[in-house]
């Protein structure tokens, strides 16, 4: 038996389906899948959730992270803790599967073996069309330094914790588990003796991102902080990472705790001394009461007293702009507040960040 997990987050369906589809016309029909919804808005979601029950092989479940940055790890780590032992393969929704991966992947199986494959990648023009998987033209192949699409023995992920919960958004995050699994006494071999897997074309990630606030939570730089962090775990030999509550994404009813919150909130003006108070005085002193923060630009930052002040070099306060303010909260919280149920919402309209926060 092969499970295979894939973690998603508003994707194309069209996408899902091409997937699906491929699974759907494996050879060897010994597998299931786990399909992770981590956050898709609630029309994606069901969406989503529908198509899937096409496919008698998968299981569709939804976490409502929809207001939590995107972290791959957790979604996954869902799943592989509660498996009992064999292998699971990690997905990736943008994968079509030739129909003998299946039954090549089960005879690769080997204990304290992880395996990764190689993968050809499609242009965009290529990914629009529907054909048998060898008519498919190739636009280039990964090399061994592309590690996503790995199957793992249940019991190595399990002695190591899973993935790396402090990766967050994108980057890193598959290298680290393959570098602390092999830190661990596990062998790790990259499958590249034929192509069993398509990826289908898409827009780089890191050409979403933009120096602006954004209601899409965003974290400048966050890259290159996952790429330190992954050479940490390297120069430290480390293996397990996820001490606390590995796993356990925010519940249902968490959520609906955080949204139903009716208190009063906490105004938070952007001027630097308050912001470095939220971050270092009062999130740390956060506990089961439910919190509501509310950070907005200090009026008089923008009236015309302040700008002369400034002008004529009077003393006048120092303040962040609500993207630094983002950046710093969004950093905080994937450091140090990760575990704690938590909704981080920016609203462009009215130039605020909402952050509603409590111990779990």
Not at 55 to 65: G, L, R, V
Not at 177 to 184: A, S
Not at 253 to 272: D, T, V, W
Request: with cysteine; charged share 25%.
């Amino acid at each position: 038996m092969l499970e295979i997990i894939f973690p998603y987050r508003n994707r194309g369906i069209e996408r899902v389906k091409k997937s699906l589809d491929a699974l759907a016309n494996q050879t060897n029909k010994n597998f299931s899948v786990h399909f992770v919804d981590y956050g898709s808005d609630i029309e994606t979601a069901k969406q989503v959730e529908v198509l899937i029950q096409n496919y008698s092989f998968a299981k569709y479940q939804y976490h409502p992270t929809n207001f939590q940055p995107w972290n791959k790890s957790r979604a996954l780590n869902t799943v592989i803790k509660q498996l009992k032992a064999g292998f699971c393969f990690v997905a990736d929704i943008d994968m079509i599967f030739h129909p003998e991966f299946v039954a090549r992947a089960i005879t690769l199986q080997k204990e304290n073996t992880a395996t990764y494959f190689k993968v050809g990648f499609l242009s965009e023009n290529e990914t629009k069309y529907t054909k048998q998987f060898n008519a498919y033209s190739i636009n280039f192949e990964s090399t061994h330094e592309a590690t996503g699409l790995t199957m793992f023995p249940v019991k190595a992920l399990h002695k190591i914790k899973g993935f790396d919960e402090y990766y967050h958004f994108w980057g890193a995050e598959d290298t680290d588990v393959h570098l602390r699994l092999k830190n661990d006494g596990c062998e790790i071999v990259f499958y590249e003796k034929e192509i069993l897997l398509l990826h289908q074309w898409h827009k780089s990630y890191r050409s979403k991102e933009t120096k602006k606030l954004t209601s899409d939570l965003q974290l400048s730089n966050i890259v290159r902080l996952n790429h330190q962090h992954l050479k940490h775990a390297g120069l430290n030999n480390t293996t397990i990472v996820n001490i606390e509550r590995w796993g356990e994404p925010l519940s249902q009813e968490g959520y609906q705790l955080l949204e139903s919150f009716s208190g009063k909130s906490k105004i938070i003006l952007n001027k630097k001394e308050t912001i470095n108070h939220l971050l270092f005085c009062e999130l740390p002193k956060v506990d089961k009461t439910i919190t509501r923060f509310i950070i907005e630009t200090d009026d008089f930052q923008n009236s015309l007293k302040y700008k002369i002040k400034k002008l004529l070099e009077k003393k006048v306060p120092n303040y962040y702009t609500l993207k630094a303010v983002n950046d710093k909260l969004l950093l905080h919280i994937i450091s140090f507040y990760r575990n704690y149920n938590y909704n981080c919402k920016v609203i462009e309209s009215a130039h605020k960040i909402e952050l509603t926060i409590c111990k779990p």
